[in-house]
């Protein structure tokens, strides 16, 4: 039988509007989001989706992994067999440094397809389920905090109790104010946590995060820039709060340097930093050992992304922070799907169908697509 081989990728550059600003420590989100879309046609008719969701704070920008997509990567991709994923994943390596988002999503893309041909959903390829749903964690992220706290008003009744305030954007004491509000009125009820994404100097860092402590935080993310990986070590000796490592932890190399120098007690695991679902899974092996567990984060991805993380999540034990997928549900006006990925009590619910277990709507594409390049 004639193995299948990629016959036919086509990109979409989609601009789609969201429905509330987002204040987020290292750069601000308005108006709309941009992420790359990725159509891979097998040889045999079957087709897989991919999602590319760079942020140009971040890791760079989504015309940049369009290009590399269009420009370097699609000649390596075309004839190549779907199921020889881990070796085209090596060669695009080699092929192009750096273009983590580009890269995954491509392999996501692959997956799907193999998971379609063979019946098997994409957590069944990685290993096998063990967990059905993912606790989800919203984002406190509004420059409009009274329109945060009236939002978990009618989402912590639904269920949803895990909440992630972002800091360091506003003045300290405001920040301070906020989490005052938010266990004012809820209490225990609600599970927070804060998030700094890299907004303090490490000068007078450790009196802000022990203000913040009182407030009995879950944990802390990225209070410090990713470079000075030191003072992450000694806030997280310091602190009775555990601290999670985002930006200073994107591959297996910086893992390591983060259980190395003791610099977390838990770890953000991003498919759009990982660069492969394989990677994230190898990175989140190494934080096993250390004993750190994992939260399933994001960057601005939709359904697609989000279904990918959704399937990661459900076969990596070690991810078990719960995730912050709520994007295409309370973010995006509109999403790329058929049917979005259902959100049950305050879960993400694993899609169960072969491959992503979604399904794309080529309306929605075409309509929010701004760039399109296909061969």
């Known amino acids: 039988m004639t ?31 941009k992420r790359v879309l990725i159509e891979l046609t097998a040889s045999d008719g079957v087709i897989g989706w991919g999602e590319a969701a760079p942020w140009e704070v971040f890791t760079g920008t989504p015309e940049a992994a369009f290009s590399a997509l269009d420009i370097y990567l699609r000649p390596i991709v075309l004839g190549k067999p779907v199921r020889r994923i881990r070796a085209l994943m090596a060669e695009l390596d080699r092929t192009l440094v750096g273009h983590a988002e580009a890269k995954v999503g491509i392999e996501m893309a692959l997956l799907d397809i193999v998971g379609k041909s063979s019946g098997l959903s994409v957590a069944d390829l990685l290993g096998g389920r063990v967990r059905d749903t993912i606790p989800l964690s919203f984002s406190i992220a509004d420059p409009d905090f009274a329109a945060d706290l009236e939002r978990m008003r009618k989402m912590v009744p639904d269920g949803n109790v895990i909440y992630k305030v972002k800091t360091g954007v506003k003045p300290h004491r405001e ?15 609600v599970d927070l946590r804060v998030d700094y994404n890299q907004a303090l100097a490490p000068f007078g860092a450790i009196k802000i995060l022990r203000d913040v402590e009182e407030f009995a935080p879950t944990f802390i993310e990225q209070p410090v820039p990713r470079k000075y990986l030191d003072v992450m070590a000694q806030l997280t000796a310091a602190l009775e709060t555990p601290v999670l490592a985002d930006e200073s932890c994107f591959d297996r190399r910086d893992m390591m340097e983060v259980v190395r120098r003791e610099a977390a007690d838990a770890v953000s695991i991003k498919l759009m930093k990982a660069g492969g679902l394989f990677e994230a899974q190898a990175i989140m092996a190494i934080a096993d050992i250390a004993g750190l567990p994992g939260y399933g984060g994001t960057l601005w991805e939709g359904g697609i992304g989000l279904a990918a993380g959704t399937q990661l999540i459900a076969a990596t034990p070690g991810i078990s ?35 992503l277990g979604i399904r794309v709507s080529e309306a929605s594409v075409r309509a929010n697509a701004r760039v399109l390049a296909e061969a």
């Not at 550059?13 to 429905?19: D, F, R």
């Not at 104010?177 to 004012?184: G, T």
């Open 3 to 33: 193995e299948a081989t990629i016959e036919r990728i086509r990109l979409f550059l989609i601009e789609s509007p969201i429905k509330m600003a987002r204040l987020q420590g290292v750069g601000n989100v308005k108006g709309t989001v």
């Open 175 to 189: 920040d301070l104010d906020h989490l005052e509000a938010i266990r004012k009125e809820f209490g225990d009820k």
């Open 321 to 355: 922070l719960g995730c912050e997928f709520y994007m295409p549900h309370h973010v995006l006006t509109e999403d790329v799907l058929e049917e979005r990925v259902a959100n049950r009590a305050g879960h993400v619910v694993v899609p169960d169908g072969p491959g």
